[in-house]
């Protein structure tokens, strides 16, 4: 069975940065857009970032380009998604999700294997 598993949330000070994992299971990373998306308190789950099977395309929501890089390593069959510059409106449940769509998309819904999350928190 395809799954995917996020790790790495935690707590952290303003300014600080983490690094999330998404581990896949029963699918090769390199078949799929694996894509990042959270959600806040009480807010819409967003898109943050998403990298294409091919790993040549990344894409960035405007409110994290320029802080966030997102990676993979096809040996590991991990997708990373590296936060720096992390300030309290970062603060949320992070998600990975994996899709074998045309183009890497915005929707959560689109993509199939959908992980459980791992909570990032920011204090100021």
């Known amino acids: 069975q395809a799954q995917v598993a996020e790790s790495g949330g935690g707590l952290v000070q303003a300014g600080g940065s983490l690094r999330l994992s998404c581990r896949a299971s029963?699918?090769?990373?390199?078949?799929?857009?694996m894509g990042w998306f959270r959600q806040a308190p009480g807010k819409e789950r967003e898109p943050v970032s998403c990298?294409?099977?091919?790993?040549?395309?990344?894409w960035y929501s405007k409110s994290v380009k320029g802080r966030f890089t997102i990676s993979r390593d096809t040996a590991e069959n991990t997708v990373y998604l590296q936060m720096n510059g992390l300030n309290p409106d970062d603060t949320a449940m992070y998600y990975c999700?994996?899709?074998?769509?045309?183009?890497?998309?915005?929707?959560?819904?689109?993509?199939?294997?959908r992980g459980q999350g791992t909570q990032v928190t920011v204090s100021s």
């Open positions: 029963g699918l090769a990373v390199e078949d799929y857009h």
């Open positions: 990298i294409s099977a091919s790993g040549v395309n990344t």
């Open positions: 999700a994996a899709e074998r769509g045309a183009y890497c998309a915005t929707s959560y819904l689109s993509y199939a294997h």
